[in-house]
C-alpha cells in the first residue's frame, strides 16, 4: 500500500512495524503474583529471561505479556528480557476480573474515571512502574501495547463493569486491543455486548481462553460477528488432550474463520516454566503443539493463525 504508513505494534522497547512480528505467542506471561495462584508466583529476571530465549528458540518471533495492573506487572523487567533474550515483547494494562484482587484493592474503589486514566496513563506516558501501588511514582519507559480485562464464569460483576468500560475507553483513545479473560469460555457474546455497547469495534476485541469451552458452533456465532478468537490453553492435559483443541480449530476454519483465530500458551503458573523446573514451557507452542496444527490445516492456514491474524489484531489503530 504505497503511500500508507506501515502499520505498527507498540512494545516494550517502543513502536515496530507488524512486519516483523514473526510468529506471534498471543497471550503469554513472564512475571506474575495473584493471591489466585499462591504458591506459582514467578518473579525472576534470569529464569523468565531464559524462559523467553527457550521460546525464541522455539520459533516465537513475538511475546504478548498479558499481566495486567494488580498482578505483579513489571515493565523495567519485562525489557531486560526483551533485550537479553533478543524478543519483542507487547505489555498490557487494564486489569483482571475480581478473583486476582483481594479485598479492599484499590480496583473495586476507583472510579470509571480513575480506572480509565491509568490505563490511558500505562498506554500513553508508559505503563506505572509498580501497578498504580504509589500513584505518584514516574512512568516506566515501556508503554502498554495492549489492554487486558477480565469477567468471571457466566457473569460479570459491578465492579468487572466498571473496569470492561475502563478498558474500553483506553481502547478508543490508545487504539489498541482488549484481551478479555472468559472463564471457562463462558460469557463471550455478554462481554462482546458490553464492549460493542461502549463503543468498542468488534475486531479490536480478543476473547480469551475460549478453548476451555471448545464449542466450534459458538465459536464461529462469535466470530461471525467480527470478534477474535484466542485459543490459549494446549498442553492443557487435565482437562482435556491437545486434539480436541485441533478438531476445534478445524471445525472454525472450516466454518470460514481463519482470520479470527490467534494462538497463545498464556502459562500463568511457575509451576507451567521450564525455567523454574515446571513443564511444559514457553518451548511447546512451536516444539509440539504448532507441527500438528499445521498438518490439521495445512501451512499457508497455519501462519495466518500465527503471523498475519496477530499483525492485524494487535497493530495500533493511530500512528505511536
Ligand atoms: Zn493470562
Same mark, same amino acid.
Given at each position: 500500500?504505497?503511500?500508507?504508513?506501515?502499520?505498527?505494534?507498540?512494545?516494550?522497547?517502543?513502536?515496530?512495524?507488524?512486519?516483523?512480528?514473526?510468529?506471534?505467542?498471543?497471550?503469554?506471561?513472564?512475571?506474575?503474583?495473584?493471591?489466585?495462584?499462591?504458591?506459582?508466583?514467578?518473579?525472576?529476571?534470569? #529464569?523468565?529471561?531464559?524462559?523467553? *530465549?527457550? %521460546?525464541?528458540?522455539? +520459533?516465537?518471533?513475538? =511475546? !504478548?505479556?498479558? /499481566?495486567? @495492573? &494488580?498482578?505483579?506487572?513489571?515493565?523495567?523487567?519485562?525489557?531486560?528480557?526483551?533485550?537479553?533474550?533478543?524478543?519483542?515483547?507487547?505489555?498490557?494494562?487494564?486489569?483482571?476480573?475480581?478473583?486476582?484482587?483481594?479485598?479492599?484493592?484499590?480496583?473495586?474503589?476507583?472510579?470509571?474515571?480513575?480506572?480509565?486514566?491509568?490505563?490511558?496513563?500505562?498506554?500513553?506516558?508508559?505503563?506505572?512502574?509498580?501497578?498504580?501501588?504509589?500513584?505518584?511514582?514516574?512512568?516506566?519507559?515501556?508503554?502498554?501495547?495492549?489492554?487486558?480485562?477480565?469477567?468471571?464464569?457466566?457473569?460479570?460483576?459491578?465492579?468487572?463493569? #466498571?473496569?470492561?468500560?475502563?478498558? *474500553?475507553? %483506553?481502547?478508543?483513545? +490508545?487504539?489498541?486491543? =482488549? !484481551?478479555?479473560? /472468559?472463564? @471457562? &469460555?463462558?460469557?463471550?457474546?455478554?462481554?462482546?455486548?458490553?464492549?460493542?455497547?461502549?463503543?468498542?469495534?468488534?475486531?479490536?476485541?480478543?476473547?480469551?481462553?475460549?478453548?476451555?469451552?471448545?464449542?466450534?458452533?459458538?465459536?464461529?456465532?462469535?466470530?461471525?460477528?467480527?470478534?477474535?478468537?484466542?485459543?490459549?490453553?494446549?498442553?492443557?492435559?487435565?482437562?482435556?488432550?491437545?486434539?480436541?483443541?485441533?478438531?476445534?480449530?478445524?471445525?472454525?476454519?472450516?466454518?470460514?474463520?481463519?482470520?479470527?483465530?490467534?494462538?497463545?500458551?498464556?502459562?500463568?503458573?511457575?509451576?507451567?516454566?521450564?525455567?523454574?523446573?515446571?513443564?511444559?514451557?514457553?518451548?511447546?507452542?512451536?516444539?509440539?503443539?504448532?507441527?500438528?496444527?499445521?498438518?490439521?490445516?495445512?501451512?499457508?492456514?497455519?501462519?495466518?493463525?500465527?503471523?498475519?491474524?496477530?499483525?492485524?489484531?494487535?497493530?495500533?489503530?493511530?500512528?505511536?
Amino acid at each position: 500500500m504505497r503511500g500508507m504508513p506501515e502499520p505498527q505494534v507498540m512494545t516494550v522497547t517502543g513502536p515496530m512495524s507488524t512486519s516483523a512480528l514473526g510468529v506471534v505467542d498471543a497471550h503469554d506471561h513472564l512475571f506474575l503474583r495473584t493471591p489466585a495462584l499462591p504458591g506459582d508466583e514467578f518473579d525472576n529476571l534470569e #529464569r523468565s529471561t531464559a524462559e523467553a *530465549a527457550e %521460546g525464541r528458540a522455539s +520459533g516465537i518471533g513475538t =511475546i !504478548v505479556d498479558m /499481566t495486567p @495492573i &494488580g498482578l505483579g506487572r513489571r515493565p523495567d523487567l519485562l525489557r531486560a528480557v526483551s533485550e537479553a533474550a533478543d524478543i519483542p515483547i507487547i505489555g498490557a494494562t487494564g486489569y483482571h476480573r475480581d478473583a486476582h484482587y483481594p479485598s479492599g484493592h484499590w480496583v473495586y474503589d476507583a472510579s470509571v474515571d480513575e480506572l480509565a486514566e491509568r490505563v490511558v496513563a500505562d498506554l500513553e506516558a508508559g505503563m506505572h512502574p509498580a501497578d498504580w501501588a504509589d500513584p505518584d511514582a514516574a512512568p516506566d519507559a515501556a508503554r502498554a501495547g495492549a489492554i487486558k480485562a477480565g469477567a468471571s464464569y457466566h457473569r460479570a460483576s459491578e465492579a468487572e463493569r #466498571r473496569r470492561l468500560e475502563a478498558c *474500553a475507553i %483506553g481502547s478508543l483513545r +490508545g487504539g489498541v486491543p =482488549i !484481551v478479555v479473560h /472468559t472463564e @471457562i &469460555g463462558t460469557f463471550g457474546h455478554e462481554i462482546v455486548d458490553i464492549l460493542t455497547g461502549f463503543g468498542v469495534a468488534p475486531h479490536r476485541i480478543i476473547l480469551a481462553h475460549l478453548d476451555r469451552n471448545p464449542d466450534a458452533e459458538l465459536h464461529a456465532e462469535i466470530a461471525a460477528r467480527g470478534v477474535n478468537l484466542e485459543y490459549d490453553t494446549m498442553g492443557r492435559t487435565k482437562y482435556r488432550p491437545d486434539s480436541e483443541l485441533l478438531d476445534l480449530i478445524e471445525h472454525v476454519v472450516s466454518a470460514g474463520h481463519l482470520d479470527r483465530l490467534l494462538l497463545g500458551q498464556d502459562i500463568g503458573r511457575r509451576s507451567m516454566l521450564r525455567a523454574y523446573g515446571g513443564g511444559p514451557g514457553m518451548r511447546y507452542l512451536m516444539e509440539r503443539f504448532v507441527p500438528r496444527v499445521r498438518r490439521r490445516i495445512g501451512d499457508d492456514a497455519t501462519d495466518a493463525i500465527l503471523v498475519s491474524n496477530p499483525a492485524r489484531a494487535f497493530a495500533l489503530a493511530k500512528p505511536a
